[in-house]
């Protein structure tokens, strides 16, 4: 069967850096730096004592305070940056048949915060087994695109992919799937991530994976650099609007580029840590560019998983290299982790929109606080270190690899 084109028509975003897409670019072409002391609780007695939180957000401007009330924040999140998406796309909910029309959503952990507080509420009371009644319905991690779902009325495919940091690059490719094989016209797809809580800098910091620059948080995320000392964790949602191409262009639909294909591995090698050679990044990468029947010097960006740990940034350069060849030395490589932090199952769906962003406007966004060469790392890469870089971007990839050996690889095109 001929396979349907995919194409991304509408984007929402709310970082640490950027309430919505505007904010989020402008802080990404400025460098800026989302991480700072951890305002959600008193973080005075953990080993890192910040992160990349959400700035000046109240959910009240969003969502009405009795609705907010009955979601965990991973899950505000995602209505916020999908109702931004959906308005973005500009379709009349009247004309679409809806029955086409689907939600598949990622997050690696989910309603971490509700889980939390109500085992400190039932730990801290009487012993009687007092819950609330929407503990369930907010902590399970497939109840964010029952909302979107729900508020819009799409009753095509409806779920949530987990596969840690993963996940909502596993999300998209799910969602750009259906549609190419022409099971929907149209998907909101995208990931959201609340983990900025007790039990998630509790539970990094006992695996020893987060920095603990408590002394300079705005320069904690440092990928690549010789000096880094593990992840910044962050928050926010990711959202991206995917339609079959026919679709879009009979509805004339705004484009900002075509999803060119998706790749999928596993290292199994180890629960936390990559392949030391990058295999499983390898060979995501090689898979991605199979799907889209392209080669790697088709490839003229590449935003990298680089979480600033220091076992990962390294397997995944020696990845680039092993798939690029020669070709690597002229790419821009960027990890705009060190802006964002590490948003875990939001991480896939906001690194695609900075790479799609990245072809819209012909910028590459910078990896910042970079100080100090790491002699593992090939020095002949162009890392776009600490100043965004123009370039006219025709192809553009972007990596999420999760705990677990999981990796996802999805390639997006400057429309033809």
Not at 3 to 24: M, Q, S
Request: proline letters at 3%; one cysteine or more.
């Amino acid at each position: 069967m001929e396979l349907k084109r995919v194409v991304v028509t509408g984007l929402g975003a709310l970082t640490p850096i950027g309430n919505n897409i505007e904010e989020y670019w402008n802080g990404l072409i400025n460098g800026v730096s989302g991480a700072n002391s951890i305002t959600h609780f008193d973080a005075s007695k953990f080993k890192t004592q910040f992160a990349c939180e959400l700035k000046n957000f109240e959910v009240t401007d969003f969502i009405n305070r009795k609705d907010a009330r009955k979601m965990d924040k991973f899950t505000q999140y995602a209505m916020v940056a999908a109702d931004e998406a959906v308005l973005d796309a500009g379709f009349d909910l009247e004309k679409l048949d809806k029955d086409r029309v689907g939600v598949i959503w990622g997050a690696g952990i989910g309603g971490l915060e509700t889980f939390q507080n109500e085992v400190l509420n039932f730990a801290n009371g009487d012993g009687s087994p007092r819950f609330n009644p929407f503990f369930i319905p907010k902590m399970i991690a497939d109840i964010a695109p029952g909302y979107i779902s729900i508020k819009y009325g799409f009753r095509g495919a409806n779920f949530t992919t987990v596969s840690a940091c993963a996940s909502s690059a596993n999300a998209i490719i799910d969602a750009y799937n259906y549609i190419r094989l022409g099971q929907a016209d149209m998907f909101v797809t995208g990931g959201s991530e609340a983990a900025v809580t007790m039990a998630g800098i509790g539970g990094f910091n006992a695996m020893h994976a987060l920095s603990t620059r408590n002394d300079d948080p705005k320069t904690a995320s440092r990928p690549f650099d010789k000096n880094r000392d593990g992840f910044v964790l962050g928050e926010g949602a990711g959202a991206l609007i995917l339609e079959e191409y026919e679709h879009a262009i009979a509805r004339g639909a705004k484009i900002y580029a075509e999803v060119g294909g998706g790749g999928l591995s596993a290292d199994a090698h180890h629960i936390t840590a990559p392949h030391p050679e990058g295999l499983g990044a390898k060979n995501v990468m090689l898979n991605c560019l199979r799907d889209a029947n392209l080669k790697p010097t088709d490839v003229d960006a590449v935003n990298v998983h680089g979480t600033s740990t220091p076992l990962g940034d390294i397997a995944e350069t020696k990845a680039i290299t092993e798939v690029f060849g020669e070709h690597a030395y002229t790419l821009n490589i960027n990890s705009t982790k060190s802006m964002t932090g590490h948003l875990l199952g939001a991480a896939g769906a906001i690194e695609a929109i900075a790479s799609i962003l990245s072809i819209k406007n012909g910028i590459i966004p910078p990896t910042i606080n970079h100080s100090t060469d790491d002699d593992a790392i090939d020095n002949k890469l162009n890392l776009t270190l600490n100043k965004p870089q123009k370039r006219n971007v025709k192809v553009a990839m972007s990596n999420t690899f999760g705990f677990g050996g999981h990796n996802a690889c999805v390639l997006f095109k400057k429309l033809d």
